[in-house]
């Protein structure tokens, strides 16, 4: 019985492999950063952590975070951050919302993670100065009396 769990898994295993191969899957970016973005919920801002930071800080793990939001180029999660920082049913809805195996949908999530962090909070800085100008201009204007 034994012989036939192993021989079954892993022929399942190969499948899956096979059939990522043959979809591109592991190398498909497409439709996968907007799921992605969509489970991380809101960009964080000043004096409101993200939903990741908030989670990152609970597990000693917010350096990793920043670290991501400050560079470019950062090296990919590994599989233990992505399980620590991501709940079971959030990683299942990744893999089922771009259609990816849960092998490929971790292999890009690995990737895409710390660069999609990395963007977030340059997209959250530039709305801060945005609304930042916006507040300055509607002070200077309430200033000289328009």
């Known amino acids: 019985m034994k012989i036939s769990r192993n021989l079954t898994g892993n022929i399942s295993d190969m499948t899956t492999a096979i059939g990522d191969f043959l979809t591109g899957a592991q190398g498909d970016r497409s439709g996968a950063l907007s799921v992605l973005n969509d489970i991380l919920g809101p960009l964080p801002a000043p004096d409101q952590p993200s939903m990741l930071e908030h989670r990152a800080q609970e597990l000693g793990m917010l350096p990793l975070i920043r670290t991501w939001q400050e560079r470019d180029n950062t090296a990919v999660a590994d599989e233990s951050t992505i399980h620590a920082l991501f709940r079971p049913v959030e990683l299942q809805r990744f893999s089922t919302q771009t259609g990816l195996s849960e092998r490929a949908a971790m292999n890009i999530l690995r990737d895409l993670l710390p660069s ?13 100065q945005r609304q930042m100008g916006q507040t300055d201009a509607t002070t200077a204007q309430q200033a000289a009396g328009e």
């Open 116 to 128: 999609a962090i990395r963007h977030r909070a340059i997209n959250a800085r530039a709305g801060w």
